[in-house]
């Protein structure tokens, strides 16, 4: 079945810093790619996504790549801040009828950005 | 817009009681699905809804759970009896009809279930 791998966290950086969290997948055929970001004690928010290969999903800064050869999505950011503290989690949605509906998440990645 | 409304917020319930999780969806939203989020399995989907109907509920663990809508601005998931393996927090997300790519998920702030 599809699967999401992220890495793994903690993740604590300085304000300013470059943000890498690195997202592999599984899936059958041509999944569509998203991250999701969740602040603390909120509920998951879309960030940006990417439907086919080479596809860039961007918002707040952040960038991901869609890259089919890897099976990646990885999430970065060139100067992170203090409130981009939140955890990040990569999630697919499969391309058949059945799973199209569905997302599979990574375990997430709790990311703290100190001052 | 309202967001997608989960009531209530912290469930605290001994072993063996009935708890029941509430969720609103957002208006106009067709779909609305169920997770449960713990440190172990992370985000798992237990059960979704198209138009009020279940579609998939191979998620759900057990018998134990039910889930139920029977109107469009109303669902519920029902723990009966609880056990504290079950508890974590339970998300309630709805969206429109389409694909997830322009129809993504708006998640609820979850009810964090703690059964001792």
């Known amino acids: 079945g599809d699967s999401v791998t992220q890495m793994e966290g903690p993740v604590t950086l300085s304000e300013e810093a470059f943000l890498t969290i690195n997202c592999t997948y599984t899936?059958?055929?041509?999944?569509?790619l998203f991250w999701y970001v969740q602040y603390p004690g909120e509920g998951l928010q879309l960030l940006l996504k990417a439907t086919k290969a080479d596809d860039k999903g961007s918002n707040k800064g952040f960038e991901a790549t869609y890259r089919k050869e890897t099976t990646s999505f990885h999430l970065e950011k060139g100067s992170v801040q203090v409130s981009d503290s939140a955890v990040y989690f990569c999630?697919?949605?499969?391309?058949?009828?059945?799973?199209?509906?569905?997302?599979?998440f990574g375990s997430g990645t709790q990311l703290t950005v100190l001052p | 817009d309202a967001g997608v409304i989960q009531s209530p917020r912290h469930e605290v319930t001994e072993m063996g009681q009935e708890v029941t999780l509430r969720c609103k969806p957002i208006s106009g939203h067709d779909y609305l699905f169920w997770y449960r989020q713990t440190m172990m399995r992370g985000l798992e989907l237990l059960i979704y809804?198209?138009?009020?109907?279940?579609?998939?509920d191979s998620g759900m663990p057990e018998d134990r759970f039910s889930a139920k809508m029977p109107n469009a601005s109303f669902s519920t998931l029902k723990i009966q009896p609880s056990e504290p393996r079950d508890s974590a927090v339970y998300f309630c997300a709805s969206s429109r009809k389409g694909q997830l790519t322009n129809s993504p998920l708006h998640f609820g702030n979850g009810t964090r279930l703690t059964v001792t």
């Open positions: 899936a059958t055929g041509y999944p569509s």
């Open positions: 809804f198209n138009n009020n109907v279940p579609i998939d």
């Open positions: 999630a697919l949605s499969g391309s058949s009828s059945g799973s199209a509906r569905q997302l599979t």
